[in-house]
C-alpha cells in the first residue's frame, strides 16, 4: 500500500471527510462511512452514502450519479477500467461492486500475488434498483432502469428494463 493511500484510510478523521464531500460533491455522506476521497472518485449532487459504506477509488475512476443512494454496509472498490454508477439509482444494503479481478494463469504463484486486471470495468446505467446482498463483478453492463433481486451475482451485459434474479443473474421479466 502507497505511503498515501495509507494516510488517507487511517489518518484522517472521517467527520473531516463528510465535511469536505458535501462541499466538493454537494452529497451526503455518513461519518461512519469510509470513503476514499481521491482524483478519480466523483460523486453527483444529492446523493447519499450510508453507515460503514467502503468506498475505495485509489486505483481507478469511480463515478457516481446524482441522488443515489447507497444503503449500509455496502463496498465499492474500482480499477483502471473504471466503475460508473447513472442517475437516481438505489442500492440496497451489503451490495458489493467490485471493479477488478486476479489473474489466476500462473499456477506456481499464489492468486493472491498475482496482478489485479481490470479490462472491462462496470457500467450501471440510470433509474437501476440494485436489491440486498447483491455483488455486480467487473464486466457487468446494467441497462437503464433494471432491477436486480436481492442476492443477485451479475458480471455480464443485463438490458433496459429486465428484472434479474439467481447467481449467475438471469433475465426473468421485463419491465414494460
Not at 34 to 54: D, M, N, P
Not at 142 to 164: C, F, Q
Amino acid at each position: 500500500m502507497r505511503a498515501g493511500t495509507a494516510l488517507r484510510r487511517f489518518l484522517v478523521p472521517r467527520a473531516w471527510i463528510t465535511l469536505r464531500a458535501y462541499l466538493r460533491f454537494h452529497c451526503r455522506v455518513s461519518p461512519r462511512a469510509e470513503v476514499e476521497l481521491t482524483a478519480h472518485l466523483r460523486i453527483g449532487a444529492g446523493s447519499s452514502i450510508g453507515s460503514f459504506t467502503k468506498i475505495k477509488s485509489a486505483d481507478g475512476p469511480l463515478t457516481i450519479g446524482r441522488n443515489v443512494d447507497i444503503a449500509t454496509g455496502c463496498f465499492l472498490s474500482s480499477h483502471t477500467a473504471g466503475v460508473s454508477i447513472g442517475d437516481d439509482c438505489l442500492i440496497g444494503p451489503n451490495v458489493s461492486i467490485v471493479g477488478n479481478n486476479y489473474r489466476y494463469d500462473d499456477l506456481e504463484t499464489p492468486i493472491r500475488l498475482q496482478e489485479k486486471v481490470s479490462e472491462k470495468g462496470i457500467r450501471i446505467g440510470d433509474n437501476v434498483w440494485i436489491g440486498a446482498g447483491c455483488v455486480i463483478l467487473e464486466g457487468a453492463d446494467i441497462g437503464r432502469g433494471a432491477i436486480l433481486t436481492p442476492n443477485t451475482v451479475v458480471a455480464a451485459p443485463i438490458p433496459e428494463n429486465s428484472i434479474v434474479q439467481g447467481n449467475p443473474g438471469k433475465v426473468i421479466f421485463t419491465r414494460r
